[in-house]
């Protein structure tokens, strides 16, 4: 029978000649050589380009990926030899390797090596430690050497294709050939070596048009194979499939069997001429280089073929060769010191059980792990597990088993017919009632996938026909039980319940429906909404990974994620369930490298989470009874995303879960005291620092200013000491508080909290030591005014440095007085709000003071002290010297009437016309005045403090009302004064003119008479 295998193109790409390619062992890359000069990097899972190397403007022959050292190594037709960096891009090397075209380049497997071939019939050695030296020449070919290929087997032994029809081994320490193989008719394109070492096997390709197999050991030709009808460029056997591959200028690709030599498959991708091929041990990937293109195609599945019994005996299977080995014991117990971390390969010791008659491409143990069953090449034997001896064989293109009988199986012979076996005897066969069967899936039923979409489920012992489900299953997964049916398809699984009962009573009873089955045999339970690759039924549990690499596990439909796994380049799991093993509660994956690693999953866990699923708490309490404490965490962090938090907070053993559940249930004392027992040499942890705020943030919503605070100050939460201190009147705190954010240098929050105390002082200070001189200055000319000449100094003085203008051009109180008007008055309101903090420091400001207080501040302090100043009278003149006598006047004025009474002295009269006081004795008077005035205006301030404020307000009002109306009367009655004074003294010059005009007209008359 021929191989089975599903052949899916990955990459297609068009582009210039491809002379050569290669694949990444690890990455989704595909290497290709260009006749254009170029080197690309090709992604064949998402199809994108990765990185193009321009190498030269000659055709690139060779290149190939050195994977240790991230390099590509690659040969073109100006003789030369470049190595990059693949990830980098950078240029290692650049170098002439030959006289003429460089055919060839082999890196070694293990060594710092690579050899090359070349067109001048000469083989060299590099060596990239000693500086890509060319450590080893070798010399034997008569034309061209057209490849050459290292000895898998024996790294130190290498063959050479060439021209001259031969086929040269050679050694590393030798520059002459072992021995040649001579039996082609033409020039030898293309070798490989056989890729184990059971076979001491040469592939060969020739310009006759064949392939050739040689036995290297006796120098003989083992086979031919004919089938192309031009030169073959490129032979390989595939080193994961028992494949040999060719490539031809007939632009085909063939497929052999590597055992029995038969054709397999012939590919033609319409690309013209194939020259290259490349393969990797790690998958099933083939590259091809063609002259239109490059296309990469993946032959059949690169799952790992292997199985786990119950007891944890493994079964794998590597081309044609059955190995086994055991896992039990190989993770180490919990409490072990020597215990692998989860997540660590096992070291697994395999042991040949031997070969298989045909390729296995499945494999799969019975119910109780005596037997396994190989499927491969539309046939299928079944071994016993421990020596692989023979049980039975036939064939069959599915094969599965029961869940129950040891030896009960089923078989799809064909897409219409479905064979039952019982202890390894046919009982029955089966037509399905679908169009076609295309799958089988075993278990406790015996499941057909349809092509309908639909999956049919049969009884094993009578054949009878169950149920039909309309879903297209990739695979079924039952519970050991029985009672529990996992459907996994593309995007979803279906999880459903089996009643056994009520099958076995309707066949019994014949009340099977020909066409529905049985009624109630299946119940939907749940929906999964992921992708599963693989799983396994712990009980109830469902444990699975998805495609995305994670594994997960499901609890009555609630999700968990246990693990997150490694993927591949494009994101998808490269991991599959081997299988659970309850002794050890470890859950077993397998990767594609056939690498087994293990997780603990401990089996009370997830009865424990299944019993809470179910709301048996009863079963839940004596489970937690024997599940270890280790494991409390897991089952609180499960409690707690069920909803079950009190219950959470009461079984688990992590304190900082403990401290999150405790504040999402409002039990702060709880949090608080596990807050106190945190180690000394943790206090000062960013963690515990974020702890305390959170508990404080919960202390406030209660109004536990107590806690509040205490939490604030272990924290250093500054701001929300602020907040708490300012909103509760805490003056001392403040003060603490101002202080203690200085010395940490929170500036911030100590100006405000400076600020907020009234220390004025400490602002400038602070804003002077951070060199905010600017601000110092401005703050210094509101608040502090006697200190705005010493600031100004020194911002002048700082900002000189940078600009000597700009320093000259601020002004202070000294140098230009005029720029700040009402210093004075200003310095007058910094001694009362001095004086005011002073007297207030004691005992502070009452907070049954605010509605008086309040209003203090809309104050304009300036403003008050000048109108105090403008109300209160200048000191009394000295008196004005005695007017010389005048002749008598009209009667005088009648004198004004007397003013009202008034608290103020009343202002002298002739204030107006008297003569200016002496310069001194007002200036002292007027600063005595000042004194009392200030004293007056402090003690009123004080006064006006005490009071209600509406009688504070009425009092002012009418002292502001009498002191304006006294002012008034004053200039009243100075005003009438000098009216008075003018009028006396026009009236006393009216009749010093009338008596001279009197006595001039008795002169006149005199002189008449006298002259008569």
């Not at 020597?338 to 499945?362: H, N, S, W």
């Not at 997960?552 to 591949?568: E, R």
């Amino acid at each position: 029978m021929p191989i089975r295998l599903d052949i899916k193109k990955k990459l297609s790409v068009s582009s210039e000649r491809v002379k050569s390619v290669d694949i990444h062992p690890t990455e989704s890359w595909a290497l290709a050589a260009l006749y254009s000069g170029n080197v690309t990097i090709w992604d064949y899972e998402s199809g994108s380009n990765v990185k193009t190397f321009e190498v030269s403007e000659l055709p690139v022959r060779c290149a190939k990926f050195i994977t240790r050292k991230q390099w590509i190594v690659c040969s073109s037709d100006d003789m030369r030899i470049r190595v990059y960096n693949y990830n980098t891009m950078e240029k290692i090397k650049d170098f002439e390797g030959h006289s003429d075209y460089i055919r060839y380049v082999e890196v070694h497997p293990s060594l710092p090596y690579f050899l090359t071939s070349s067109d001048d019939m000469t083989i060299k050695l590099w060596d990239w430690d000693r500086g890509f030296e060319n450590t080893q020449f070798f010399e034997g070919h008569s034309h061209y050497v057209m490849m050459v290929r290292f000895n898998p087997k024996d790294t130190n032994t290498f063959a050479s294709a060439s021209l001259d029809r031969s086929i040269k081994v050679w050694g590393l320490g030798s520059p002459v050939p072992h021995y040649t193989l001579e039996g082609h008719e033409r020039g030898v394109n293309c070798i490989d070596y056989y890729p184990s070492g059971d076979k001491p096997y040469i592939l060969s390709g020739a310009d006759d048009r064949t392939v050739k197999i040689w036995d290297y050991q006796t120098k003989s030709i083992v086979h031919s194979l004919d089938g192309h009808s031009h030169n073959i460029c490129s032979v390989m056997f595939h080193p994961k499939l028992p494949l040999i591959c060719s490539a031809s200028e007939d632009g085909t690709v063939r497929l052999w069997q590597s055992t029995t030599y038969r054709a397999e498959t012939t590919l033609n991708y319409g690309m013209e001429r194939a020259w290259a091929l490349a393969a990797t041990r790690e998958t099933t990937k083939l590259a091809i280089g063609f002259d239109e293109g490059c296309v990469v195609i993946e032959l059949g599945s690169d799952d790992p073929v292997v199985s786990m019994d119950g007891t944890g005996k493994v079964v794998w299977a590597k081309n044609n060769e059955i190995q086994t080995t055991t896992v039990r014991g190989l993770a180490g117990a919990v409490d072990d010191e020597d215990a692998l971390p989860d997540g660590e390969r096992l070291p697994v010791i395999p042991r040949d059980l031997g070969a298989c008659e045909l390729y296995p491409q499945a494999i799969k143990h019975n119910c109780n792990g005596r037997f396994i069953a190989v499927c491969g090449d539309g046939e299928y034997i079944i071994y016993t597990a421990q020596a692989l001896r023979n049980k039975a064989f036939g064939q069959a293109i599915d094969f599965v088993w029961s869940a129950t009988g040891t030896g009960d199986y089923a078989i799809r012979e064909s897409t219409n017919r479905v064979k039952f076996f019982k202890n390894f005897k046919e009982s029955r066969a089966i037509k399905p009632a679908t169009a076609s069967a295309d799958a089988l899936f075993g278990g406790h039923l015996l499941g057909v996938k349809g092509g309908d979409s639909a999956v049919l489920f049969y009884d094993w012992d009578s054949g009878e026909f169950v149920r039909k489900i309309d879903v297209a299953p990739k695979e079924i997964y039952w519970s050991d039980a029985g009672n529990l049916v996992l459907i996994a398809c593309a995007d979803s699984a279906y999880v459903l319940s089996y009643n056994a009962a009520t099958t076995a009573s309707a066949i019994a009873m014949g009340q099977v429906n020909p066409e529905d089955g049985v009624d109630g045999s299946f119940d939907l339970l749940y929906e999964i909404s992921d992708n599963i690759t693989s799983g396994e039924w712990v009980g109830d549990c469902f444990l699975y990974c998805n495609s995305s690499g994670r594994l997960n596990y499901s609890v009555g439909g609630k999700i968990q994620t246990l693990v997150h796994l490694d993927t591949n380049s494009s994101g998808a799991t490269t991991h599959r369930i081997l299988g659970y093993l309850a002794k050890e509660d470890r859950v077993y994956l397998v990767d594609k490298s056939l690498n087994i690693v293990s997780y603990k999953i401990m089996l009370a866990v997830l009865q424990y989470q299944t019993a809470v699923m179910r709301g048996d708490f009863d079963a839940a309490n004596e489970l937690l009874a024997v599940i270890p404490e280790a494991e409390y965490t897991t089952i609180a962090r499960f409690l707690e995303s069920q909803g079950f938090k009190e219950e959470a907070l009461e079984v688990t053993t992590d304190d900082d879960h403990k401290f999150d559940l405790s504040l999402e249930l409002g039990k702060i004392a709880i949090a608080h005291g596990l807050m106190e027992e945190i180690p000394p040499d943790e206090k000062n942890s960013i963690d515990t620092m974020a702890k305390w705020k959170k508990l404080s943030d919960a202390a406030l919503k209660i109004s536990d200013f107590e806690l509040t605070e205490a939490c604030s100050l272990a924290s250093d939460d500054f701001p929300g000491l602020l907040l708490l201190y300012s909103a509760v009147g805490n003056f001392d705190g403040m003060e603490a508080l101002a202080a203690a954010a200085q010395k940490k240098g929170k500036t911030n929050v100590a100006f405000i909290s400076y600020l907020l105390t009234g220390n004025v002082e400490a602002c400038a200070n602070l804003l002077i030591d951070t060199n905010r001189l600017p601000e110092a200055a401005f703050f210094a000319r509101t608040y502090l005014p006697s200190r705005v000449e010493e600031i100004v100094s020194l911002w002048k003085a700082d900002l000189s440095k940078v600009s000597e203008t700009a320093a000259n051009a601020l002004a202070d109180p000294k140098s230009s007085p005029d720029l700040f008007p009402d210093l004075d008055v200003a310095l007058q309101v910094e001694q009362m709000f001095l004086a005011q903090r002073e007297a207030t420091k004691a005992t502070g400001i009452s907070a049954s003071d605010y509605p008086t207080a309040k209003d203090d501040l809309e104050l304009d302090l300036i403003a008050l002290v000048k109108s105090q100043a403008v109300a209160a009278p200048p000191p009394p003149p000295p008196p004005a010297p005695p007017a010389p006598p005048a002749p008598p006047a009209a009667p005088p004025a009648p004198p004004a009437p007397p003013a009202p009474p008034s608290d103020e002295p009343p202002e002298n009269p002739f204030a107006a016309v008297d003569d200016p006081v002496d310069d001194a004795a007002a200036k002292a008077a007027e600063k005595a005045e000042a004194d009392r005035r200030a004293r007056e205006a402090a003690a009123a301030a004080e006064r006006r403090r005490a009071e209600a404020e509406a009688k504070r307000l009425a009092e002012e009002a009418a002292r502001l009302a009498a002191e304006e109306a006294a002012a008034a009367e004053a200039a009243r009655l100075a005003a009438e004064a000098a009216a008075a004074e003018v009028a006396r003294i026009a009236a006393e010059e009216a009749a010093a003119a009338e008596a001279a005009r009197i006595a001039a007209e008795d002169d006149d008359l005199n002189d008449f008479g006298d002259d008569w």
